[in-house]
C-alpha cells in the first residue's frame, strides 16, 4: 500500500508539475501579447503626440492669421490717416498713424498736414477735415 501511495504522490507532483509549466507558458504567452499591445499602444501614442504638436501649431498660425486680419479689418486708411472702429463699430474720431498706430496731430494751422510724432509719417490729412473724413466714414457703415 505504501507503494500505491508513494505512486499516487508522485503523480500528483508531476500532475502539479505539468500544470505549473502549462500556466508558466500560458503566462509568457500572455505576457507577449501584452507586450506586442503595448508596442501597438505606444505607436499609437506617438503618432497621437504628433498629430497634436501638428494641430497645435497649425491652430497657432490660424489665430495668428485671424489676428493679423482683424488688425487689417479695424483700421480703414483715409488721406493718409487710419481710422480705427471703437467698441461702437463706429469709427474714432482720433486719425492715427497708418505705420505705427499712434494718435496723429496738426498744428490747426491752415496747410500743415498732420503727423505722426514717433515715427515721422505725414499724412494728407489736415486738422480741419478729421470731423467731415469720420462722418463719411461712419455714413458709409449705413
Same mark, same amino acid.
Given at each position: 500500500? $505504501? ?13 502539479? =508539475? ?5 500556466? $508558466? ?24 503626440? &504628433?498629430?497634436?504638436?501638428? !494641430?497645435?501649431?497649425?491652430?497657432? *498660425? ?18 493718409? *490717416?487710419?481710422?480705427? &472702429? ?10 492715427? !498713424? ?7 496731430? =496738426?498744428?490747426?494751422?491752415? =496747410? ?22 469720420? $462722418? ?7
Amino acid at each position: 500500500m $505504501a507503494d500505491v501511495s508513494t505512486i499516487f504522490s508522485f503523480v500528483k507532483k508531476l500532475a502539479n =508539475g505539468v500544470t505549473d509549466a502549462m500556466t $508558466a507558458e500560458v503566462l509568457r504567452e500572455r505576457i507577449n501579447l501584452i507586450n506586442d499591445q503595448l508596442d501597438i499602444l505606444r505607436t499609437a501614442h506617438e503618432a497621437a503626440q &504628433k498629430e497634436l504638436a501638428d !494641430c497645435k501649431a497649425k491652430c497657432n *498660425a490660424l489665430e495668428n492669421e485671424v489676428a493679423r486680419y482683424r488688425e487689417t479689418e479695424q483700421f480703414v486708411i483715409k488721406n493718409g *490717416a487710419a481710422f480705427k &472702429k471703437d467698441a461702437t463699430g463706429r469709427y474714432s474720431d482720433v486719425p492715427l !498713424c497708418p505705420r505705427c498706430h499712434n494718435p496723429i496731430s =496738426g498744428s490747426g494751422m491752415l =496747410g500743415i498736414p498732420m503727423q505722426c510724432i514717433p515715427c515721422h509719417h505725414v499724412t494728407n490729412l489736415h486738422p480741419s477735415k478729421v470731423d467731415s473724413v469720420v $462722418a463719411e466714414l461712419n455714413k458709409s457703415l449705413e
